[in-house]
């Protein structure tokens, strides 16, 4: 069983292919999975050090699109278009720093997780805390149509978190993709095809995306 800094295969795979985390296979089978992304597509990633999400992403949106990142934590990667940097703690940012580069986004993600302590409730209410306020601020910045995916450690309280997402997307799943570790209790809350909230501003978060249908290579595969 992969333990934390034990090369495994998924490790040893990440290293040869380039990215500096083994976390991009989760992201690559989501997407493989739900055809997530697609080129121009702007992408805030919560969360996003050392960056292999980044780098992914990177490669979905192409040089038309943005990928955000925020994190406390510099990524490990050279940052250039269409990958921009900010950082800070999500518990207490600004959206106006989040929002400095693109005030609305097609698809927001979030890999937020806590330093874990060991204590498995501590640790559950910690990351459910992280999940919380990555739906908080996509609420404020997701375009209609666009996507939500949000890790959470599972727990008994995650169904709360379940309910507004089932409201609020078109589609919801909840998804274990293939590279989580398997003694790890990780899971993704997945959101597909965001709903007008009720009243919503014409142009502002939540409106309609440029291209009047929200996110661009959107769709539910399976
Ligand atoms: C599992 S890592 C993300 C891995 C990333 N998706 C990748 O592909 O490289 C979780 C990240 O959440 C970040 N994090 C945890 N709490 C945070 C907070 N309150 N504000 C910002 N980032 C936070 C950590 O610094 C860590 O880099």
Redesign the pocket.
């Known amino acids: 069983m992969p333990r934390p800094g034990v090369p495994d295969a998924y490790r040893r795979r990440a290293q040869a292919e380039g990215f500096?985390?083994r976390?991009?296979f989760k992201?690559q089978a989501m997407d493989a999975r739900f055809r997530l992304f697609g080129p121009g597509q702007r992408v805030l990633?919560?969360?996003?050090?050392?960056?292999?999400?980044?780098q992914y992403l990177a490669s979905r949106v192409g040089s038309d699109g943005m990928v955000v990142g925020?994190?406390?934590?510099t990524p490990k990667l050279a940052l250039a278009p269409p990958l921009y940097f900010v950082p800070?703690?999500?518990?207490s940012i600004d959206l106006a720093e989040i929002c400095t580069h693109t005030s609305t986004f097609d698809a927001v993600v979030s890999?937020?997780?806590?330093k874990t302590t060991g204590v498995r409730v501590v640790d559950q209410q910690r990351s459910l805390d992280?999940a919380r306020r990555a739906w908080e601020i996509a609420q404020a910045v997701l375009v209609v149509g666009g996507h939500f995916l949000v890790k959470v450690f599972a727990g008994p309280d995650v169904a709360a978190l379940e309910i507004p997402l089932k409201k609020a997307f078109g589609t919801f799943h909840r998804v274990k993709p293939p590279g989580s570790r398997r003694e790890s209790w990780e899971l993704y809350l997945l959101g597909l095809g965001r709903r007008p909230p009720a009243g919503a501003a014409a142009g502002g978060p939540g409106a309609e995306g440029a291209d009047g249908s929200g996110s661009r290579g959107s769709g539910e595969g399976g």
């Open positions: 500096v985390s976390a991009v992201l990633d919560l969360g996003c050090h050392p960056g292999s999400w980044m925020v994190d406390l934590a800070g703690d999500v518990q890999d937020l997780a806590p992280l």
